[in-house]
């Protein structure tokens, strides 16, 4: 017997704002601590959230972040001056 295949449902307005808001302290924490941030987002989806987070990291900490994807992770960090 054969496994269905695993589906991820997309996040509805309320939980991609909740996610948002939830990973933009740890971010935060993670690039004053170590200076960059990788997580998995092998989605377009999970890769628009990060995009987001870090630009809101940025705005929170007046410093130029960028964030880079790969297809597999994203990375967060300090942007060079």
Known sequence: MTQPA???????ADERARSEAGFV???????????RFRV??????????FQAVARRV????????????NGRYIVIA????
């Open 78 to 81: 300090f942007a060079e001056q």
């Open 25 to 35: 302290p740890l971010v935060t924490e993670h690039l004053l601590s170590g200076g």
């Open 58 to 69: 940025g705005e929170t900490l007046q410093r130029p972040v960028t964030s880079y994807a």
């Open 40 to 49: 998995t987002a092998d989605t377009p989806e999970m890769v628009e959230l």
């Open 6 to 12: 695993f589906r991820r449902t997309p996040l509805d």
